[in-house]
């Protein structure tokens, strides 16, 4: 790590702090400002409600309705497409893009411009003329999920756009659940403004005791107050409180093959959905076969995106910078630990443990970090 000095030190916290900005909903930005400035003032009171607790709080829709960091690219002016149909993006190929509008109708769409780089999920203008629709227009993002491009460190993959919610499916035994890939999960959202959802699949394998151990492992994540639901996709259990959630909206399962992503879906929605990916060529060559993203629509209007670069969504390996950008409210105070490189878990006089012993940073914060450090997600 660069920066021994106390200079380097602190140019290495403003810059995480100013990275990690891009990452906060407005509120939270809002809710920083207002902690800074009451830390100035000497009252010291941080509440940490990275994550909303219910869905239904308004706050929750505006940090869902947080734009992406990427500005649209309107091809045309906005009364210039007012008249024009729109429809989702439901399936995306060179070139085209299948689109999917009301009232249910399919369409293989051609794409003026491939510079838009259209994702699943994208709502669009198009104009009917002669052949296929034309895509003129992308409206803008309400959230994005996205990876680092490996080619251009400055650019981000879009996944999939306009996602309500993320349901991070872990099995509560079978595979074992590991908190570390949670918070690695809960860290790829926090940069494009989807809310999440943790889904503790397979709840029927456990006993009393393992019960009781869940619930001391889930205590950090509503204490972040990160929804939770128990669920067994096998026994029926949870499911009508998981649909409940998932009404209406657009939403990602993400996890890990064998937790049951598979399973709940089916138990959701057992007709099947429609998979509106699956569509003919509009040239007649037959049905496209396609690795990329799809939309499936289920019947009570819930929509659910699902490719295997979403569902492996915070696999990736985090590097030490996006981590300790990742935790600016924690680094806020590593500049007081004895140690330039201390962990935060054993060293003395580390000015980060203090801080939650003082009750100046959350405790299940502390321990995200404790875990993503340690790269306990097996
Ligand atoms: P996916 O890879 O995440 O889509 O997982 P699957 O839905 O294919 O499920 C993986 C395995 O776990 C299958 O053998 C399922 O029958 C089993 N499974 C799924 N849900 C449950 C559950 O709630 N309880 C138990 N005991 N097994 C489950
Ligand atoms: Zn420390």
Redesign the pocket.
């Known amino acids: 790590m660069a920066g021994s000095s106390e200079e380097d030190r602190r140019k290495q916290v403003a810059r995480f702090k100013k990275q990690s900005k891009h990452w906060l909903t407005r509120e939270q930005e809002l809710q920083q400002q207002q902690q800074a400035k009451a830390r100035k003032a000497g009252r010291i009171k941080q509440r940490h409600d990275d994550w909303s607790a219910d869905d239904d709080d308004p706050a929750v829709f505006e940090k869902i309705a947080r734009p992406g960091r990427e500005r649209p690219r309107p091809a045309l002016s906005p009364a210039a497409i007012e008249g024009l149909p729109r429809g989702t993006v439901t399936a995306v190929h060179a070139g085209r893009v299948e689109i999917d509008f009301a009232p249910a109708r399919l369409a293989s769409a051609m794409v003026n411009d491939p510079e838009q780089r259209l994702a699943v999920g994208d709502e669009v203008a198009f104009e009917v003329t002669d052949g296929p629709p034309r895509i003129v227009a992308r409206l803008p993002r309400r959230s994005v999920l996205a990876r680092p491009d490996p080619g251009n460190e400055h650019r981000e993959l879009v996944l999939a756009a306009n996602v309500d919610l993320v349901v991070i499916?872990v099995?509560a035994?079978?595979p074992p659940l590991r908190p570390g890939l949670i918070d690695r999960f809960l860290l790829a959202l926090q940069r494009g403004g989807a809310a999440p959802l943790l889904c503790v699949?397979?709840?029927?394998?456990l006993d009393d005791a393992g019960r009781a151990r869940l619930a001391l492992m889930l205590q950090p994540y509503e204490e972040l107050a990160v929804p939770v639901i128990r669920?067994?996709?096998?026994?029926g259990?949870g499911i009508d409180e998981l649909q409940a959630r998932l009404r209406g909206r657009t939403c990602v399962?993400a996890?890990?093959?064998?937790?049951?992503?598979?399973?709940?879906?089916?138990a959701i929605d057992p007709a099947g959905g429609r998979a509106t990916g699956a569509v003919r060529d509009f040239d007649g060559k037959g049905r496209h076969t396609t690795t990329a993203a799809m939309m499936r629509q289920l019947s009570d209007g819930t929509r659910v995106i699902d490719t295997p670069g979403i569902?492996a969504l915070g696999l990736q390996e985090l590097t030490r910078d996006e981590l300790q950008a990742a935790f600016a409210d924690l680094q806020a105070f590593a500049g007081g630990c004895r140690f330039a490189d201390c962990s935060h878990a054993h060293e003395p006089d580390c000015a980060v443990r203090a801080a939650v012993a003082a009750g100046r940073l959350s405790a299940a914060r502390h321990g995200s970090w404790l875990r993503l450090q340690a790269g306990d997600d097996g």
């Open positions: 499916v099995a035994a079978d699949n397979k709840v029927d394998l669920c067994s996709a096998s026994a259990l399962f996890g890990h093959s064998g937790v049951g992503k598979s399973s709940l879906l089916n569902r």
